[in-house]
C-alpha cells in the first residue's frame, strides 16, 4: 500500500497565467512540497472587485496549453480541472476542496496561496472550516511566507502591456501568448 498522496491545490483566475504561475508550479515540486498538483481556473469568482477580462472557457484553454509546456516530470503529475468553471454562481474555494476531496479522501491536501491573497482569507466563504480541511501553504508575495524567487510579473502587467501593444511574449508560455493572438484577447478592457 503507498503512502498518502499530497496534493496542491492551486486556483486563480489565470487572466492569464503567465511565466510567474509555471515557476511556481516548478518549484512546489522542485523543493519536494507536493506530489500532485490540481490547477483550477475560477469560474466566477466572488471576491474580486471586477469580472475576469477573458472567458472562463478562455482562461481554462490557456491554462491548459501553458501546463502542457512544463517539463514532461513535472506535466506528468499536474491536472487542470473545469470544475469551477463549469460551477454556475459564485466560485466558493470550499466547495471545490469539498468536491474534490471525495476522490482523493486519504490525501493531504495543501491549498496553495500567495502571501497577498493568504491576508484576506478571513472573508472567504466558511473559511474557518476550509483551513481545517487543507493546510495551507503561503508563498511569499508582499509579505510572509515560501520564498520562492517569484518572478517580477502580474496578470494585470500583461494585460497593460497587450493593450499598449507592447510585447508580452517575455512573461507568457508561446502557446498562451498565441492563444491570445488568435482570439484577440485583453486588447481592449
Known sequence: MSSPTR?????GTFDPIHQG??????????????????????????????????????RLAMTQLAVEELPANIREHVLVSDVEVNRSGPTYTIDTVEELKKFRSTATWYLILGSDVFAGIDKWHRSAELQSLVEVLVIARD???????????SASQIRSQIQNHESAIKYLPDSVWAYIKERNLYVSN
Open 7 to 11: 496534493i496542491g491545490l492551486y486556483g
Open 21 to 58: 504561475h509555471l515557476h511556481l508550479i516548478e518549484q512546489l515540486f522542485a523543493r519536494n512540497l507536493i506530489d500532485e498538483l490540481i490547477l483550477v481556473p475560477a469560474g466566477n469568482p466572488w471576491l474580486r472587485e471586477h469580472a475576469p477580462f477573458a472567458s472562463a472557457q478562455d
Open 143 to 153: 509579505g510572509d511566507g515560501l520564498d520562492i524567487d517569484a518572478l517580477p510579473v
